[in-house]
Nanobody, 121 residues
Framework: QVQLVESGGGLVQAGGSLRLSCAAS????????MNWYRQAPGKQRELVAG???????DYADSVKGRFTISRDNAKNTVYLQMNSLKPEDTAVYYC???????????????WGQGTQVTVSS
């Protein structure tokens, strides 16, 4: 079994900051990529930021320069530091992890439960 537990969402004024965390636990042999997605009402889920096992990062154009993704391999945790938040950042943010469980060889996708981020103007 693998679990992803997210935390850190909330309500913040425009220009403010939030830090999201997502901790993976369970029968984990290795973690490949760790990503953050978001989904606003009436919109498709979109990739916000990603980080590989080699700590290569990638960001959506809309968040470049404002958001920073990082990971703590010892804790199997990925973070998303969000600065200069805008109302259009309002969405449910989901953690996604591509990992390999002990006793298997094929990486599998796991999703967190989602955390609401609301940015007021």
């Amino acid at each position: 079994q693998v679990q992803l537990v997210e935390s850190g969402g909330g309500l913040v004024q425009a220009g403010g900051s939030l830090r999201l965390s997502c901790a993976a636990s369970g029968s984990i042999a290795s973690i490949n990529a760790m990503n953050w997605y978001r989904q606003a009402p009436g919109k498709q889920r979109e990739l916000v930021a990603g980080i590989t096992s080699g700590v290569r990062t990638d960001y959506a154009d809309s968040v470049k320069g404002r958001f920073t993704i990082s990971r703590d391999n010892a804790k199997n945790t990925v973070y998303l530091q969000m600065n200069s938040l805008k109302p259009e950042d309002t969405a449910v943010y989901y953690c996604h992890v591509l990992l390999t469980r002990w006793g298997t060889t094929v990486p599998q996708n796991y999703w967190g439960q989602g955390t609401q981020v609301t940015v007021s103007s």
